[in-house]
């Protein structure tokens, strides 16, 4: 499964930002689907996720402010981030979690996200 991930960028803060990632290799639907974030000084933590059920789980530090949502059409998970902070800055990354316990997550590149004004 192959993801790249696109739509980082320098944003003022309160601004919006919506996030891709594009799927090949295999359908979006057969993986949980998460967005996760690494700043320098933290270890890389989930920010959202989507389920094969589509259920949405989300940071508490993201909620009512961020919406993760799937297109099986185009095979692409979108996060949509709006009311962005200084603290939102971070590379984000894709990840397809096979719903499978023990299998490794599939990871974009990533993409750098700048709140800043």
């Known amino acids: 499964v192959r993801l790249v991930e696109s739509g980082g960028g320098l944003v003022q803060p309160g601004g919006s930002l919506t996030l891709s990632c594009a799927a090949s290799?295999?359908?979006?639907?057969?993986?949980?689907m998460g967005w996760y974030r690494r700043t320098p000084w933290n270890e890389r933590e989930l920010v959202a996720r989507?389920?094969?059920?589509?259920?949405?789980e989300y940071a508490n530090f993201v909620k009512g402010r961020f919406i993760i949502s799937r297109n099986s059409a185009t095979n692409t998970v979108t996060l949509e981030m709006s009311n962005l902070k200084p603290d939102d800055t971070a590379v984000y990354y894709c990840?397809?979690?096979?719903?499978?316990?023990?299998?490794?997550?599939?990871w974009g590149q990533g993409t750098q996200v700048t709140v800043s004004s």
């Open positions: 990840a397809a979690e096979p719903p499978v316990s023990g299998s490794s997550p599939y």
């Open positions: 290799g295999s359908s979006v639907r057969n993986f949980h």
């Open positions: 989507i389920t094969t059920a589509l259920r949405s």
